[in-house]
């Protein structure tokens, strides 16, 4: 079986009920891993999981149109990884989380895929047409209701509670995202 690690930043607690939702669907298909960003600090043991991955899917709120600082901060502690070049090759993909429908979630998204890109990976993008935005948001079947293609976007306020939002579309979306990255990943390793 693949294995997959779904690596996030999560400030209170939507894009982590994301991470979650992912981690459902790539595990139709994988064996998942889920950390955060701050559970893996800087390079040491605990990137172990990141290194024998088959792919790692990346999350991050979207902060003022672009990935969260700790998720930044990940970033720049990878430099010492894409020096080496060690995730050559392995599947990525990403999926956002943020208040507004838009928000700049395309943004955050294209940050991860130049993240992946930079360190030689493979990203896979979310393959399926939009959804209808006029649709009820807790319609589980409306996969892809906010038309975002590069990964996994999910809207939720601030002030909302994780487990009222996001929605059940957006959960949906999600868990496509890790199935397809999971049915990838076997794939590619055949
Ligand atoms: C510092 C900060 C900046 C934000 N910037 C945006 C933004 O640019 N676009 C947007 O739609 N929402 C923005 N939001 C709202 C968050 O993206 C939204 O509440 C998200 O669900 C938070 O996810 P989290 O609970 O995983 O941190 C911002 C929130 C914070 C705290």
């Known amino acids: 079986m693949p294995k997959i690690?779904?690596?996030?930043?999560s400030g209170y607690g939507h894009t982590a009920k994301v991470a979650e939702a992912?981690?459902?669907?790539?595990?139709?298909?994988?064996?998942?891993?889920?950390l955060t960003v701050e559970e893996?600090?800087?390079?040491?043991?605990?990137?172990?999981p990141l290194h024998e991955a088959d792919a790692i899917i990346f999350g991050s709120p979207t902060y003022i149109g672009s990935v969260s600082a700790p998720f930044e901060a990940f970033v720049d502690a990878a430099s010492p990884i894409w020096a080496e070049q060690k995730w050559k090759d392995k599947l990525a993909a990403g999926?956002?989380?943020?208040?507004?429908?838009?928000?700049?979630?395309?943004?955050?998204?294209?940050?991860?895929?130049v993240l992946a890109m930079q360190h030689?990976?493979?990203?896979?993008?979310?393959?399926l047409l939009p959804g209808r935005p006029e649709h009820p948001c807790d319609d589980a079947g409306n996969l892809n209701r906010l038309g975002f293609f590069a990964g996994a976007a999910a809207q939720a306020g601030q002030e909302a509670p994780p487990e009222e939002e996001p929605m059940a579309a957006?959960?949906?979306?999600?868990r496509h995202l890790g199935?397809?990255?999971?049915e990838w990943a076997a794939r590619v390793a055949r």
């Open 5 to 9: 690690v779904i690596l996030h930043h």
């Open 22 to 34: 992912v981690a459902d669907g790539a595990r139709e298909g994988a064996e998942v891993t889920v």
């Open 40 to 48: 893996i600090g800087e390079p040491g043991e605990a990137w172990a």
């Open 95 to 113: 999926f956002t989380c943020s208040a507004c429908l838009g928000g700049d979630k395309q943004s955050t998204l294209q940050r991860m895929q």
């Open 120 to 127: 030689g990976m493979v990203w896979v993008g979310l393959g």
């Open 170 to 174: 957006d959960l949906a979306t999600a």
């Open 179 to 182: 199935k397809r990255v999971a």
